[in-house]
Structure formats: C-alpha cells, structure tokens
C-alpha cells in the first residue's frame, strides 16, 4: 500500500511522517524531494527565484521517477508499505500555481506529464491548512512558501481532493500536532 503525506509547508507533514516511523517501523519512509541527484537539484533550484518554471517543473518529475524505479515500486513489488511525505500531488499543486500563465490549464499539463508512469497513492492524507499559517509556520521565505503562492496551491489541492475524494482523507492541520498525529494514525489503522 501505497500513503501519500500532502499539504502546504508549514502543515505538519514531516512531524507526521517522522511520528508514524514508530508506529510503523516495518514500513519503507520515503520523501520527495529524494536525497539522489535529482532530489537535490530540486533543493538547489528552490532558492533560485529566476529559475524557469518549466525546466523546474522537470526537475521536479525527474526526481519523482527516479523515486518511483528505486524506492516506491521496489518496496511495493515486496508487499511492504511505503509512506511518502510528499508525492505526486505536490507537483499537481504546486508548479500548478507556478505555471500559472505560463502553459494553459497547468495542473493538467503537469498531470499529464505524470498520468503515463506514475503510481497513484493508495491513500492520500491531506493535511489542511490555510496560507497564512502555512507561510507563517514554516517561515523559509523560499518562493513557494509565500502567501499568495501558497493560496494558488491550496486551491490545487481543493481541486484535486474534490476530484477524488476516496483517495484522500483530510485532517485539520490546525490543530496540535498530537491530535493531527492520533488522528493520522486512527485512520492508517482502519486502512490497513
């Protein structure tokens, strides 16, 4: 089975994920950006505000399928659980937003990107927060963690939620972190 750990910076992913690697300890964590090459040209390419979106965006996709072919399809192929804190549904959300204006409809231009090799997530947990305490929780100032950009991206999320609602299951990220973590955890176990 394949979880998905998704939301704006700031909403408690990485909390999350790093709390479930003791519940789980079995299971496979991963993250994307990965710690390869790719993942770390994705790094690189954050604190470059001039960087060209689309050369970005392939960065981005680079790093997912490598991700994919070494880790996410490897663990599956031996029945194990893999939870990602973070997956394809950043990319839809986020350089959905940053294409904006540059490509027509950008979030399905990235989905269609992605639609011929990618492995949809069993689950999607969807960590929900708003822009405003996103940027001001995580408070790195790179371009994708201002406020306006930060709406733009949850706006993607919304649509992507809404289009498939049985995939994801949204958890109130303003919470505490131990209730968003209880909560994260009761519904892994009904899912398993």
Known sequence: MLVTLEGLDGSGKTTVWEALQDTYPDAVFTREPTETWYGEAVRRSLTDDDADPVAELFLYTADHAAHLAQTVRPALAEGRLVISDR???SRYAYQGATLEGVVPRPMEYVRGIHQPFTRAPDLTLYLDVDAETAAARS???????RVEHLR?????????V???PERFHRVDATRSPEAVIDEVEQVLQRRL
């Open 87 to 89: 997956y394809s549904d």
């Open 139 to 145: 408070d790195r100032g790179n371009k994708f963690e």
């Open 152 to 160: 733009q991206v949850r706006d993607n999320y919304e649509r992507l």
């Open 162 to 164: 809404d289009g498939e």
